[in-house]
């Protein structure tokens, strides 16, 4: 099963801490990103647009709390807390931040990767179920997920199964990197010939049909080393 190769924000002050959570989202396959202060973990999060932040509560700046309420107000990412005891646990769902779970100190490691999983399939699942209907530049491009059709200034796109699953994936999740492994597994199916050079080429000719200037690819982004990712606004 692909891991998707999306960047994860962990705003912990603890080095010790963040280094072993770092490890392990490294090892399953993300591409963590380390900062210590909330200031800093708002400025990394409009910057590095990361699939998911970790946030501690307790930081030397801006308390979690906080971080947590000004990320909400700009993007939807999921947000995991991290907190120092029990009792901080319930203090924070009380408040209703809107975090989408909490993990109380101490915690091992592999606990807070299963709590990682659970929310990214989670909110790509809501996500999904909202993007029944997209449209993108101004009405450049509009997709509807029920009735499958896609139009390109007003005229209905003739795209293929693949091409077609290919953009509904990537559009869902705008910012959100997808690895050709990945693009596989959601858009392809396992019926695949599994060529990664095969995603690239169905990528290339459904830029042909929904862009503008296929060789300045305004929606589907090459993301070089990593796969590819819709253009967010
Ligand atoms: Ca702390």
């Known amino acids: 099963m692909a891991r998707p190769a999306g960047r994860v924000l962990v705003v912990e002050d603890e080095p010790k801490i963040s280094e072993v959570v770092c490890s ?7 591409e963590p990103l380390a900062v210590a202060g909330g200031a800093e973990a708002l400025r990394a999060a409009e910057r590095d647009a990361p699939i998911l932040v970790i946030l501690d509560l307790m930081l030397p700046d801006l308390p979690g709390e906080e971080v947590c309420r ?15 005891k ?30 990682v999983e659970a929310v990214l399939r989670r909110s ?10 997209l449209s993108f530049g101004d009405g450049d491009l509009e997709l509807d997920a029920r009735t499958a059709e896609v139009r ?13 699953r290919l953009l509904m994936v ?12 990945e693009l596989i597994d959601r858009a392809l199916g396992p019926d695949f010939d599994g060529f990664d050079r095969t995603v690239d080429a169905h990528v290339k000719n459904l830029r042909q ?5 296929p060789r300045e690819p305004r929606y589907v982004q090459t993301v070089q080393g990593l796969g590819y990712r819709f253009a967010r606004g």
Do not use: H, W
């Not at 901080?88 to 299963?114: E, I, N, T």
């Open 24 to 30: 392990y989202l490294r090892r399953d396959g993300y």
């Open 70 to 84: 000004r990320l909400r107000a700009k993007s939807r990412v999921p947000v995991i807390m991290l907190t120092a």
């Open 86 to 115: 029990a009792e901080d646990a319930d203090a924070v769902a009380g408040l209703g931040l809107g975090a989408d779970d909490y993990v109380a100190k101490p915690f091992s490691p592999r606990q807070l990767m299963a709590r």
């Open 124 to 133: 790509a699942g809501e996500a999904e179920a909202q993007a029944r209907r």
């Open 152 to 164: 390109k200034r007003g005229a209905l796109v003739d795209l293929t199964p693949s091409e077609r």
């Open 170 to 181: 990537l559009a869902a999740n705008p910012g959100r990197v997808y690895s050709r492994n």
């Open 209 to 213: 049909k929904i862009e503008t200037d």
